[in-house]
């Protein structure tokens, strides 16, 4: 990326996290993750311009990376703290993972597509971001052997929970994950796990692309 430091690339980089916060977002911490990551960088060279607009923008492979403001709402609501272990479901870009690394003792994040992830790990390469690693695999299986997590985040729409990611949370850990259909609205839907139970709250309507079972047999 070139002038990631410049004087205009700082503004609209201020600019952005006022806007995050004028949208409510309010904890400090998680600010500061999304003024770290430079989301040029996640973006394709030739929608750099929108970088920093509230707007969900395609990527390779036919998917797409969430609005700013949708990223730090989410990253608000995992609860992440400096001990954790989290995982992300649906690299995309690289952005949602590299945002939780700047919170977290370390980030796994999966996703079925090759190209998705060598690209984010070129990324995370660039940035220095040396506590996340991405895989390919089918995330609706979790990764057993980086389990288990004190946090999951899933960025894909699932018609339910896989069992998998439950299984791979430790107890009193925290399960984000949008359910409904691929092609409708959403409900993001945060789940704790309890020795008596699991306690789940709906919080907001969202819109992703379906989570998909299995590897991509291309790219
Ligand atoms: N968090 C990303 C955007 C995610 S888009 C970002 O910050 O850019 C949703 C992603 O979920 C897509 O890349 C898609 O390939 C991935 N996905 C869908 N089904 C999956 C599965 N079973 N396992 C892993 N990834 C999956």
Redesign the pocket.
């Known amino acids: 990326m070139s002038g990631g430091d410049s004087e205009g690339e700082k503004a609209e980089r201020m600019a952005f996290i006022l806007a995050l916060r004028q949208h409510g977002i309010r904890d400090v911490a998680v600010l500061r993750a999304m003024e770290l990551v430079p989301r040029p960088l996640?973006v394709d060279p030739q929608l750099r311009a929108f970088a920093y607009d509230d707007v969900s923008l395609p990527?390779p492979?036919g998917?797409?990376?969430?609005q700013p403001s949708l990223?730090a709402a989410m990253t608000e609501a995992l609860g992440v703290v400096a001990e954790h272990a989290v995982l992300?479901?649906?690299?995309?870009?690289?952005?949602?993972?590299a945002v939780l690394s700047h919170l977290a003792a370390r980030v796994v994040t999966?996703?079925?597509?090759r190209t998705?992830v060598s690209e984010a790990l070129a990324r995370y390469e660039v940035l220095g971001l040396r506590n996340l690693t991405a895989y390919v695999?089918?995330?609706?299986l979790g990764m057993p052997s980086r389990a288990p997590f004190d946090r999951i985040m899933v960025?894909?729409a699932a018609r339910e929970i896989p069992p998998a990611l439950l299984d791979q949370l430790k107890l009193g850990g925290v399960l984000l994950i949008p359910i409904g259909k691929g092609d409708e609205v959403q409900v993001l839907v945060r789940v704790v796990k309890e020795q008596s139970g699991n306690q789940v709250r709906e919080l907001m309507p969202v819109r992703?692309?379906?989570?998909?079972?299995?590897v991509?047999a291309t790219l």
Not at 63 to 66: A, D, G, I, P, V
Not at 208 to 214: D, K, T, Y
């Open positions: 996640f990527i492979c998917q797409t990376m969430s990223v992300e479901v649906g690299t995309g870009s690289g952005y949602q993972a999966v996703d079925r597509y998705l695999g089918d995330g609706m960025t894909a992703f692309l379906p989570l998909i079972p299995g991509a």
